[in-house]
């Protein structure tokens, strides 16, 4: 199974500040590589597919990148509605694997 | 627009089944994979398999082979899954999630049911 390897595991930030969340996969996945963002009693919604492609309705604030085997989930401006967990997925192949989860604070 | 209404809460007692289904609308329901994903209270998420309802063909994830069972009912755009053999660790939540056209990532969920095993 491919490993996806999330940190950090939280992360507490100001509002208008940059927070980037990784993903570091054990073996190359390509761009098959989604961001989640999970709020409390809540299903996941998806924010970014395909390593850097932008899901529909999703504010341009959030942005994907891929260094190698790599990926980044950078917010550019923090919001108030932006706090929550935050998941990447992997779908290069079966079974699809999800990293750990990275809580999101606003200090 | 695009919605999966997945089925209520169950308490279960330990060593029973248990059918959990999602409804779906919106959509051609046979012509996108129909996923399962498992999170157990505080944790992440654990990708069970999916269904294509258009011809009936699944995959699981190997951890969850003898555990759940897919199916998926054309006629009514509903997918199924059963847990069976019951325990503890099967205390979670569950989601169903629509597998996008184009990429395969899940695009919409369902709200998720929680099923509780306990005596």
């Known amino acids: 199974d491919i490993q996806m390897t999330q940190s950090p595991a939280s992360l507490s930030a100001s509002l208008e500040e940059i927070v980037t969340i990784t993903c570091q996969a054990s073996?190359?996945?390509?761009?098959?590589l989604a961001w989640y963002q999970q709020k409390p009693g809540k299903s996941p919604q998806l924010l970014i597919h395909s390593a850097t492609s932008l899901a529909d309705g999703i504010p341009s604030r959030f942005s994907g990148s891929r260094s190698g085997t790599q990926y980044s989930l950078k917010i550019s401006r923090l919001q108030v509605e932006d706090t929550g967990i935050y998941y990447c997925?992997?779908?290069?192949?079966?079974?699809?694997?999800f990293g750990g989860g990275t809580k999101l604070e606003l200090k | 627009q695009v919605q999966l209404q997945q089925s209520g809460a169950e308490l279960v007692k330990p060593g029973s089944s248990v059918k959990i289904s999602c409804k779906a609308s919106g959509y051609t329901f046979t012509s996108y994979d129909m996923h399962w994903i498992k999170q157990q209270p505080g944790n992440g998420l654990e990708w069970i398999g999916w269904i294509y309802p258009g011809n009936g063909n699944t995959k699981y994830n190997q951890k969850f082979n003898g555990k759940a069972t897919l199916t998926a009912d054309k006629s009514s755009s509903t997918a199924y899954m059963q847990l069976s053999s019951l325990t503890s660790e099967d205390s979670a939540v569950y989601f169903c999630?629509?597998?996008?056209?184009?990429?395969?990532?899940?695009?919409?969920w369902g709200q998720g049911v929680m099923v509780t095993v306990s005596s």
């Open positions: 999630a629509r597998g996008d056209y184009y990429s395969g990532f899940f695009d919409y």
């Open positions: 997925l992997q779908r290069y192949s079966n079974p699809r694997t």
């Open positions: 073996q190359d996945i390509g761009n098959w």
